[in-house]
């Protein structure tokens, strides 16, 4: 999902940009307000964290006869929300673009919004909907995960159907050329995704289920369930 | 107890479906060349725009890796970082919990 160095006219870097910084200041502040209250989330923020850091390294082939990344933001953006997450793809994505060419400082704030804004606050709104529902945990992190994958992916045609729109049908036929690429792509990637993660989630129901009820992840009573139904 | 290993099986079909549509591409689409998506879609913006991709030149001068293979090293490092921080707080949470199981 990276637009590359660039690849991205600097009037659309500068808007980008200005809709990432405040959410990632408001990020930082969360973090630090979470963290002040629970030390202990610091791990499930390691743990969290360190799935985006994996996930998004591994390239992998999709029906298309292209490659792609997954996120791995569903389970920060359960756990801690949309900003905290914002602000873990951030330093994920600051890395990518200094050492390995991958995106690139212009582009940053358009990187940001796409993976650490947009895809978790479509995950989140899911995770909102769902989690006073008596929908299985399981299934709603299946949901969360796959979803924020697959919106960063939709969010990357967007800012690049708008910074250039087709000769021909304008936005909506260039929007429509880069979901070809990108979210097409993405699909088989965001449903392995969704279900490794709630793998994942599973394990720390079960070793961690204290801090999941303290940050108000999940009730207790539906800790209970999962725990008790697999 | 009967499903205690349901989302391990899920994730292990999945996975086994993924390989196999995999399989399946490489070895039927002609042209396949499974090249990142992020290339292919600097590909469409080189076509809209009407510049060659050569002409696109970053806006803030930025380090390349020198070859594929520190650029793979680079990847591996970043999983690596991911690995350990994911390792280590699960052998942290596994050790707490055996502790709590001993008491």
């Known amino acids: ?230 | 107890m009967a499903y205690k290993y349901t989302l391990e099986i899920l994730a292990g079909i999945s996975i086994v479906a993924f390989c196999a549509l995999f399989l399946y591409t490489s070895a039927t689409m002609s042209g396949a060349e499974f090249a990142g998506s992020d290339n292919v879609g600097s590909g469409l913006i080189a076509k809209l725009s009407g510049n060659a991709v050569e002409n696109f030149q970053p806006l803030i001068p930025q380090w390349e890796p020198p070859s594929g293979e520190i650029e793979a090293c680079l990847f591996a490092l970043q999983a690596a970082v991911g690995g350990i921080l994911v390792g280590g707080v699960f052998g942290f949470w596994f050790g707490q919990a055996r502790g709590r199981n001993a008491e």
């Not at chain 1, 969010?155 to 260039?174: D, K, Q, W």
């Open chain 1, 1 to 230: 999902m990276h637009i590359m160095e660039g690849f991205l006219p600097w009037q659309w870097c500068l808007i980008w940009w200005i809709i990432a910084l405040p959410c990632l200041m408001l990020g930082i502040y969360q973090l630090k307000k979470v963290l002040n209250v629970d030390r202990e989330a610091l791990p499930l923020l390691g743990v969290t964290g360190g799935f985006i850091f994996i996930l998004s390294s591994l390239k992998l082939p999709s029906v298309t006869g292209s490659c792609s990344h997954p996120t791995g933001t569903g389970l920060s953006t359960i756990s801690f929300g949309p900003w905290i997450t914002a602000v873990v793809c951030a330093i994920v994505l600051l890395f990518q673009s200094l050492f390995l060419a991958h995106g690139g400082l212009s582009v940053l704030g358009a990187n940001i919004v796409s993976m650490g804004i947009v895809g978790p606050l479509v995950g989140y709104g899911v995770y909102r909907l769902l989690r006073d529902t008596s929908v299985n945990i399981y299934i709603t992190v299946f949901l969360v995960t796959a979803l924020a994958d697959m919106f960063t992916y939709v969010t990357t045609s967007l800012e690049l159907a708008l910074a250039y729109p087709a000769g021909t049908g304008g936005f909506v036929s260039s929007f429509i050329l880069f979901m070809g690429i990108f979210a097409v792509t993405q699909v088989p990637l965001a449903i392995v995704e969704g279900v490794v993660l709630a793998l994942v989630f599973k394990y720390i129901v079960t070793l961690k289920p204290d801090i999941l009820i303290r940050l108000g992840v999940f009730s207790e009573k539906k800790i209970d369930a999962a725990r008790s139904e697999i």
